[in-house]
């Protein structure tokens, strides 16, 4: 499985961003894709996922603020990502499982920084 993410950036404080992540495969195939993020010295944690039935689920850091979904036409996922805070800087990788068996991409760096 392949994936091509982009989206990431330099933002200040308050802005937006929208990452996008194409998968190789029907994302239909897995039980559910979306997106983890891994800070500076930190570990990845999760952020968002959305499930092949459509049901999201978000960390509790995110909720209100991220919003993920995806275009299945496009077998691409995207995480809107609103009032950013110096704390969402970050590697968000975006991934897509089958059960346990977890599919990743190379990441996009988002620093939020004034």
């Known amino acids: 499985v392949q994936f091509v993410e982009s989206g990431g950036g330099l933002v200040q404080p308050g802005g937006s961003l929208k990452l996008s992540c194409r998968v190789s495969?029907?994302?239909?195939?897995?039980?559910?894709v979306g997106w983890y993020r891994q800070p500076p010295g930190k570990e990845r944690t999760f952020v968002a996922s959305i499930n092949v039935g459509g049901r999201t689920d978000y960390a509790d850091s995110v909720k209100g603020r991220f919003t993920i979904s995806r275009d299945h036409t496009k077998n691409t996922v995207y995480l809107q990502i609103n009032s950013l805070k110096s704390e969402d800087t970050a590697v968000y990788y975006c991934y897509a499982n089958i059960l346990s068996r977890y599919n990743w991409g190379l990441g996009t760096q988002v620093t939020v920084s004034s």
């Open positions: 495969e029907n994302i239909f195939n897995f039980n559910s």
